[in-house]
């Protein structure tokens, strides 16, 4: 260990008095505590440490007894797998009792089986860099599989081989994607072996935990990293089947972009617009920017004269995108976001050289609705053209479209727009009551609204008897 690494530990003891202070108390009761994985890892790469994970020798219910009278909550949401969570002060901690596994012989899941030694639990720990740990309360290293040097090296290691690993929990593959996107990490060649070997054995993981894995991949600083592995590996291919559907064949005169490389750098793009966001990394963007052009490969049309045509990928990329987010078990809000920023990202190609009414940038906006930022970022993003002319000619017409949008939004409150009148007022005017026809009405008014801008109520009143009186 550098001087460096052990000032980067005492750093961390000193930051956290929690770690010595519950270090004594497990000691005076007869248990060893030992702080491990993420956080001494993280603390080591010199990286903010939020969550402190412990591993002791002692039963949950003697945790409890531990930390009973000193943590000022505790929770056991995680009993059943050794778990007992607390918090003092500012830090959350999670305690868990050493682990060992235990497989059910038909189905190969793992089985809960608590146990008795520190070494032990470290072979059971997913990869080397997650298998060091700090003995509270002292504070000496213990390091049994070299995941120090596999740190310093960048390299993804398992302490056991790695198809006992994966069969430990083959949500772990996942997570060997999600590491070379946060820490740029790059698995070993028999962990990728094994991954490919095994990818068969991510279909008994819940949808639920796949999601999560997959938000963290795609949350990292360097998502497209972890996400070549997903492919590469063929997992992409049990959890997100879309994206490695993207890598088309390629016509022999090369007539159509790769897709899979641009939507990855569509997605790189859109990460580096982020900062027009107020938080960032935003989820929803980097979903729809990897997500956009999964409708491509089903509506992929080779022509008479050698084009290759994509109409409709749009509509259908929406289509699609909701299934699968669905089936990935993401929550409503989400699922409405991202598709319809799939289903809106080719919109700004039909404004040309800026010859769109007024009305055509009210229903972009009203369209887009509380996505209109996000949309802004995906359409940018969307250009990958290497024609540095035809790049620069349409940043300059999308900026010409966001300065009118910023227009109209100064005049008219673009984010609000609603009918001149309402459906008490409609009512009034046509003399009828609650019903389908004031729906009716009230649509029409709203497009009358998108196509004149605002009227006055007389003019408006008007315009909707005339509307009324056509309809009879």
């Known amino acids: 260990m550098t001087d460096l690494e052990r000032q980067r530990l ?22 060893e505590l030992v702080l491990v994985g993420g956080p001494v890892r993280d603390a080591l790469l010199g990286r903010v440490v939020h969550d402190l994970d412990f591993a002791t020798s002692a039963a949950p219910e003697e945790i409890e007894q531990v930390v ?49 030694t520190l070494d032990g639990d470290l072979s059971r720990r997913d990869f080397t860099i997650n298998a060091m740990a700090v003995r509270l ?19 993804l290691r398992t302490p056991v081989t790695a198809e006992q690993s994966f069969s430990d929990d083959p949500l772990r593959m996942m997570r060997a994607a999600r590491f070379a996107a946060q820490l740029a990490v790059g698995p070993t060649d028999d962990v990728i072996a094994a991954m490919t070997q095994m990818a068969d054995r991510l279909e008994i993981v819940s949808a639920e935990r796949i999601r999560d894995e997959l938000n963290k991949l795609v949350l990292a600083d360097h998502p497209v990293a972890g996400l070549r592995i997903l492919v590469d590996t063929g997992l992409a291919e049990r959890m ?45 963007v980097r979903l729809a920017a990897l997500l956009h052009d999964i409708g491509k490969p089903a509506t992929r049309r080779f022509q008479s004269d050698g084009t290759v045509t994509f109409h409709h990928h749009d509509v259908v990329g929406a289509k699609l995108t909701r299934k699968r987010l669905r089936a990935l078990r993401y929550p409503n809000d989400v699922v409405d976001a991202v598709s319809k920023l799939v289903e809106l990202h080719l919109r700004f190609h039909g404004y040309g050289t800026g010859q769109w009414t007024d009305s055509a940038v009210r229903r972009y906006v009203r369209d887009a609705g509380d996505q209109l930022e996000r949309l802004h970022i995906l359409t940018r993003a969307d250009s990958t053209t ?87």
């Open 240 to 284: 997100l089947p879309e994206l490695p559907a993207l890598i088309l064949e390629r016509d022999e005169h090369h007539r159509h972009k790769d897709v899979y490389e641009h939507s990855l750098t569509v997605l790189e793009q859109a990460i580096d617009l982020e900062s027009r966001l107020d938080e960032r990394p935003d989820l929803v």
């Open 10 to 31: 005492d750093a961390l003891l000193s930051a956290h008095p929690v770690l010595a202070e519950l270090g004594r108390r497990f000691s005076a009761a007869g248990h």
């Open 68 to 116: 009973a009278g000193w943590a000022d909550a505790t929770w056991d949401v995680g009993r059943e797998f050794g778990t007992i969570g607390a918090r003092k002060g500012s830090d959350q901690l999670e305690i868990t009792t050493y682990r060992t596994d235990e497989y059910d012989p038909a189905t190969r899941k793992p089985v809960v089986a608590f146990g008795h």
């Open 137 to 155: 309360p002292d504070g000496e290293f213990v390091d049994l599989f070299g995941g120090l040097d596999d740190l310093a090296d960048r390299r």
């Open 386 to 472: 290497r024609n540095q002319k035809k790049a620069l000619r349409l940043q300059r017409t999308y900026d010409d479209l966001e300065r009118r949008i910023g227009q109209l939004a100064q005049q008219e409150e673009l984010n609000a727009i609603r009918p001149d009148l309402d459906g008490n007022q409609i009512m009034q005017i046509l003399g009828v009551g609650p019903g389908r026809v004031v729906g009716e009405a009230y649509r029409f008014l709203l497009d009358l609204r998108m196509d004149r801008g605002p009227l006055d109520e007389e003019t408006a009143a008007e315009a909707l008897r005339a509307w009324w009186a056509a309809r009879d």
